[in-house]
């Protein structure tokens, strides 16, 4: 059974502070990786994507790979409360799959 | 670029009535399209894999014959929910790949269409 896991939070930082996101995924073979975030009613937005280890950066957003520990974690600097949402994040089992999701996680940036 | 949109919004019916969902990809052409299913403050699930021209692929314990998936052109799949109950009502979410123009190949990117909020009564 391919596994995403994510702590549901919630994650509670203050405007102006870096909020941290992790995900840890079970399918050693998964080459990319996707954040979406939704906010409650709507559809998931794709945010980010990282297919190599180490850092991608865009805006205010830094996707951090780890492939050896499984590990992907999005940052996200100077938070705003509109960056209050849920974080998913997304691996396909195989290339051309359908993508697997977390629970997610809920961040709540306070003003 | 990678717009997808969905009809209708939002509905109500009766239980047992069968509704019908449009999901549809406007500005490029997807051989690949996902249904998903998110219950209210969980996470998406996977219902299916809609093929263009084919099949559609069903994740275990969704019954093909009460989610009815049609994907009749590169651009359109459709998810008809039949004989739909109370516990179908649910938040609707379909998902495309755009692909690479010259060689054909999908992306790895999904993008989501708006969602179909169901609520059966």
């Known amino acids: 059974q391919k596994e995403v896991e994510q702590n549901s939070g919630p994650l509670s930082v203050p405007e102006g502070a870096i909020a941290s996101l992790n995900c840890t995924y079970s399918d050693r073979g998964s080459q990319s990786f996707f954040w979406y975030r939704q906010y409650s009613g709507k559809s998931p937005e794709l945010i980010m994507s990282i297919y190599s280890n180490g850092d991608k950066e865009d805006g205010r957003f830094t996707a951090q790979l780890n492939k050896a520990s499984q590990y992907v974690s999005l940052l996200i600097r100077d938070s705003q409360p509109s960056d209050s949402a849920t974080y998913l994040c997304?691996?396909?089992?195989?290339?051309?799959?359908?993508?697997?999701f977390g629970k997610g996680t809920t961040l709540s940036v306070s003003s | 670029g990678a717009v997808v949109s969905q009809h209708p919004s939002r509905v109500i019916c009766k239980s047992g009535t069968s509704v019908k969902i449009e999901c549809r990809s406007l500005?490029?052409?997807?051989?690949?399209m996902f249904w998903y299913r998110q219950f209210p403050k969980q996470s998406l699930m996977l219902m299916a894999t809609s093929n263009e021209g084919s099949k559609a692929t069903y994740e275990q314990g969704v019954e093909k014959d009460k989610f009815l998936i049609n994907h009749a052109s590169l651009t359109l799949s459709t998810l008809t929910v039949t004989s739909a109950h109370p516990e179908d009502s649910s938040f609707y979410i379909c998902s495309a790949r755009d692909r690479d123009p010259f060689s054909g190949r999908s992306y790895n990117e999904q993008f989501f269409g708006p969602g179909t909020r169901l609520t059966v009564l």
């Open positions: 997304a691996v396909p089992p195989q290339a051309g799959t359908a993508l697997i």
């Open positions: 500005d490029f052409q997807a051989t690949t």
